[in-house]
């Protein structure tokens, strides 16, 4: 069984940066992508980014390309969102989810097969 543990969110000021970790228990290929999702407050969830484990392919969405930046650590089933410049926009709760079985990377949520319980980012401008 897969499980998926975010950690590293909090409270920042705007322009501040967080480093976003999830950590993946239970996988037994690579032929994974780790994504990103945001909900905030009355709002739909939204894909954020992603990174392929076997090839450490990204994609990000338009609205954080540029500032964010998805990285991994294989040896750790790992995966990071480095998150710069941030902005009370931002604020929301971020979800890890994992895409089992992938050839490709994809920002639709109903495509992840797992998902962590999110951790709270806050922003204050």
């Known amino acids: 069984q897969v499980q998926l543990l975010e950690s590293g969110g909090g409270l920042v000021q705007a322009g501040g940066s967080l480093r976003l970790s999830c950590s993946a228990s239970g996988l037994t290929s690579n032929r994974v992508a780790m994504g990103w999702f945001r909900q905030a407050p009355g709002k739909e969830r939204d894909f954020v980014a992603a990174?392929?484990?076997?090839?450490?392919?990204?994609y990000y969405s338009d609205s954080v390309k540029g500032r964010f930046t998805c990285s991994k650590d294989n040896a750790l089933n790992t995966v990071y969102l480095q998150m710069n410049s941030l902005n009370p926009g931002d604020t929301a709760v971020y979800y890890c989810?994992?895409?089992?079985?992938?050839?490709?990377?994809?920002?639709?949520?109903?495509?992840?097969?797992?998902w962590g319980r999110g951790t709270q980012v806050t922003v204050s401008s």
């Open positions: 990174i392929k484990l076997s090839t450490s392919s990204t």
């Open positions: 989810a994992l895409d089992w079985g992938v050839s490709r990377i994809s920002s639709v949520e109903d495509d992840y097969d797992y």
